[in-house]
């Protein structure tokens, strides 16, 4: 997988992390870690705050204790780029999606990697391919 990641700019919707941590999707496991070290995560002010609320919601913690969900994000903030976007995007039919656009375009990200359909309807956005985890990890580079 090194050579899927490396030197490329990733947005990773809330639902790659959601997957990866409470469900054990290696793959997902393997695809974070791999742009965590070869590649580049970018987060924007607007996206972290979603992951967080999600992250720490009531229901997950009979999935994993705190002390992990706050070791896995302390990881994810130690790595990651930040990107201040400045342009506003009406784009998807889920406003609450906008902010990864947002962070994509901004960010000048060469993957947005989601499991949510109505990100991926917009497949490509400005140039950026949206794309689910199994489609990304089977692509040939």
């Not at 999600?54 to 999935?63: P, Q």
């Amino acid at each position: 997988m090194k050579s899927l990641t490396k030197n490329r700019r990733f947005v990773f919707d809330t639902n790659i992390f959601v997957s990866a941590l409470f469900f054990k999707r290696s793959d997902l496991n393997a695809l974070i870690r791999n742009t965590l070290k070869n590649g580049m995560l970018l987060l924007s002010l607007p996206v972290s705050e979603e992951i967080v609320t999600v992250l720490w919601r009531e229901k997950f913690s009979r999935y994993e204790p705190l002390e992990k969900i706050d070791y896995f994000w302390d990881i994810i903030l130690d790595y990651a780029k930040w990107v201040t976007p400045q342009q506003k995007i009406f784009a998807c039919r889920d406003p609450k999606d906008n902010k990864f656009l947002e962070l994509a375009v901004a960010g000048q990200a060469d993957f947005l990697i989601t499991l949510d359909k109505d990100l991926l309807i917009l497949n490509p956005f400005r140039g950026i391919p949206i794309l689910a985890p199994h489609e990304f990890l089977r692509r040939d580079f």
